[in-house]
């Protein structure tokens, strides 16, 4: 069975994508995983970070092709789950693909419509909730499953998590993402609380398939765009203002979501590693359509750029090789 990692924080602009895509290249190429990035995200930056633009038209423009879109629509008609599952693969990025698709924004006032059934015990609402957690079981050919959802704390990220086995917070180091922790935590606890009592007010669990939902940990948080100089002996540190902040999300995350989403015993800290402002590498990383430690001199590297590349991908992984060991995979 594919180990499911949901990339989730309810603040945008924390750099989630980036670091998922980056994450799930260095995974595969590294230590040669089965990795499928499911974007389930209605803007779809994740389809867009790793396909270029003849296929992103391909995948909106024509009837044959395969998203996210034909796993709900069959649901939202009240036909059950779909029976078709089709992937593509990211040429650069190494690893295979279920495209988001803009209309997965409608799927959110079925799946809030449906979650007030649900947790009434409701078998259509409960079906409803599940389907991605349905979806995974077509995805046992696969080592990792990574879902990229966006920044909400939506219906359709709470039947995200309730596929995953674990969730990584990417973060910004703000005030804004100590508070982003707070509201995670506080949103989090409810709905288990209401996912319990409807779990325990329908008539048969098993029939609904209420065994497919997951019992979501927390591997960590990995901090991101930070402001990096070189200390005395050569060694780069977060500038002061940032580091102060740094400092309060272990003991915040530590009474918050360590309660709510309990993460593996053998985890003492919850910071998977920093990313420090990589600059003109991301847009560059974008319009190649690669990962950034994958960039070459015919993606536009040049001279110091190059040492920074190599850089990159010590950088990402350390907070693939975090993840994987925290996840038992490695």
Known sequence: MATSIAFFNNKGGVGKTTLLCNVAAYTADEYKLRVLVIDADPQCNATQYMFDDRKLTYFYDE????????????????????????????????????????????????????????????PRGMRTTLM???????????????????????????????????????????????????????????????????????????????????????????????????????????????????????????????TIAPPPSTITRFLLGSIPNLHSLIPMSQTARAPVFDLKASDGVRGAHFSKVKGARETFGIVAEEILARAGLK
């Not at 709900?72 to 040429?91: A, C, D, H, M, T």
């Not at 990995?222 to 977060?238: E, L, P, W």
């Open 63 to 122: 009837t044959s092709s395969f998203t996210l879109q034909n796993v709900i629509r069959p649901l939202s008609l009240g036909k059950g789950y779909s029976k078709e599952f089709n992937v593509s693969p990211s040429p650069r990025f190494g690893v295979d693909v279920l495209p988001g698709d803009p209309r997965l924004a409608l799927a959110e006032d079925l799946l809030a419509k449906d979650w007030g059934a649900a947790i009434g015990g409701d």
């Open 132 to 258: 991605f957690a349905e979806l995974m079981k077509r995805c046992e050919d696969y080592d990792l499953v990574f879902f990229d959802v966006g920044p909400s704390l939506g219906s359709i990220n709470r039947s995200v998590l309730l596929a995953s086995d674990y969730f990584v917070a990417p973060v910004s180091i703000d005030i804004f993402s100590v508070k982003a922790i707070d509201n995670i935590a506080a949103w989090m606890s409810r709905w288990r609380k209401q996912w319990i009592s409807g779990v325990e007010n329908v008539d048969d669990p098993d029939d609904v398939g209420t065994n497919l939902a997951r019992s979501i940990g927390f591997l960590g948080y990995a901090s991101q765009h930070y402001i990096a100089k070189a200390d005395a002996f050569g060694t780069k540190r977060a500038v002061n203002a940032y580091e102060k902040i740094m400092k309060q999300f272990e003991s915040i995350v530590s009474s918050n979501l360590s």
